[in-house]
């Protein structure tokens, strides 16, 4: 919505992106990790999976790339540093960091920012948050970073990505009774096809030692072997105190829907629920539209041989009943309101406010 002219932004602050320097023993036993991944697959377990480690701290969402990398030429050289506060101030301002607990304050990011540029800024926020949880390493998820997976990997060029992939039939049938998201499964599955094609393309441009990929199912059906297999990607010992996720209290804002399943041990039979919650019409759709896809990842088709949909059908899902389907659903979203809202007060600022001072 606020990322007009991105690329014309993007060109203007590469100058300003740099990894910070490295040295060889601690940076490759705290290299940080990003779990990245469509929507409604499973990366908000994972990451509480993986924040149970005694050395890992995976933090809420922190929307940090999709929200400020566009918008960086507004801040100015971050060597500047009232510019580094301007932005910190920002960061911590948005919904879903100040819903982190403990809550992080300016003063403490700011002294962790050893590099002048957004990297810096970045790590100094990980690094403030890892540390109030007492551990040396951090990870983040954010699932609107699959299409910012280039900017992650030019500012933190030896960071490892991880990937999990869920059924898009359970994908688009979670996104219809989700708060955020598609609502309708015409455009679910469409989602899921294009952030799986970002996916294909980040494997492709990064060296197999540094991606992770594993499925939503196979971490219920074989949790401890799918999560050691994780630890070793990432250079750390397994700890089987992972699998008790649900003991813990969110450290961050998590959507109801989510949070219920969160407070109790892994529910090994959550998978295949569009058997159910699909009508005929429905998985018709979803098919149609995912079928390569599902074939690709190795989901069996319920459809044989794959379905198709019209030119009018298709026009029919996307402008007829997804689009007003999903201002409706904006329209009683409160937290969802509460995350645009903060984004537009920033954006604002810096489009008019900050350049008549």
């Known amino acids: 919505m606020f990322l007009e002219g991105r690329e014309k932004e993007i060109s203007i602050t590469k100058n300003r992106i740099a990894a910070p320097p490295s040295s060889a023993g ?71 960091i100040r819903n982190w607990t403990p809550p992080l304050n300016k003063e403490q990011v700011l002294a962790r920012i050893v590099s002048p540029n957004f990297t810096g800024v970045v790590e100094a926020v990980m690094k403030a948050w890892a540390d109030s949880q007492g551990k040396p390493r951090w990870g983040e998820k954010t699932p609107q970073h699959v299409y910012f997976w ?38 679910a599955a469409k989602r899921w096809v294009r952030e799986l094609e970002e996916i294909d393309q980040l494997k492709a441009a990064v060296h197999p030692d540094r991606f992770f990929e594993l499925s939503y199912e196979d971490l219920l059906d074989h949790p401890m072997e799918q999560l050691s297999k994780l630890c070793d990607f990432l250079g750390e010992p397994c700890f089987p105190g992972m699998l008790e996720f649900y003991k813990s209290d969110p450290s961050n804002y998590v959507e109801n829907i989510n949070l219920i399943n969160l407070k109790q041990p892994l529910m090994q039979e959550n998978k295949q629920k569009w058997r159910k919650q699909m009508k005929a019409g429905d998985l018709r759709i979803v098919e149609a539209v995912a079928w390569k896809t599902l074939k690709e990842y190795g989901y069996e088709l319920a459809l044989n041989p794959p379905p198709s949909l019209s030119k009018t059908e298709k026009v029919s899902e996307h402008y007829i009943k997804s689009l007003p389907r999903k201002w409706a659903a904006m329209a009683v979203h409160r937290n969802g309101q509460a995350y645009e809202w903060s984004k537009f007060k920033i954006y604002f600022r810096l489009r008019t406010l900050d350049r008549l001072r």
């Open 26 to 96: 601690t940076e490759r036993e705290n290299t940080p990790f990003f779990i990245i991944s469509c929507g409604r697959s499973g990366s908000t377990l994972l990451s509480r999976m993986l924040n149970q480690h005694p050395r890992i701290a995976v933090s809420g969402e922190s929307h940090l790339f999709n929200i400020f990398y566009p918008w960086l030429a507004y801040y100015g050289n971050l060597s500047d540093r009232q510019n580094q506060e301007r932005l910190v101030t920002d960061i911590l301002s948005t919904f879903h």
């Open 150 to 187: 280039r900017e992650i990997l030019e500012c933190f060029p030896q960071g490892k990505i991880v990937h999990i992939v869920r059924d898009g039939r359970d994908v688009a049938a979670s996104f219809i009774r989700a708060q955020f998201g598609p609502k309708t499964y015409y455009s």
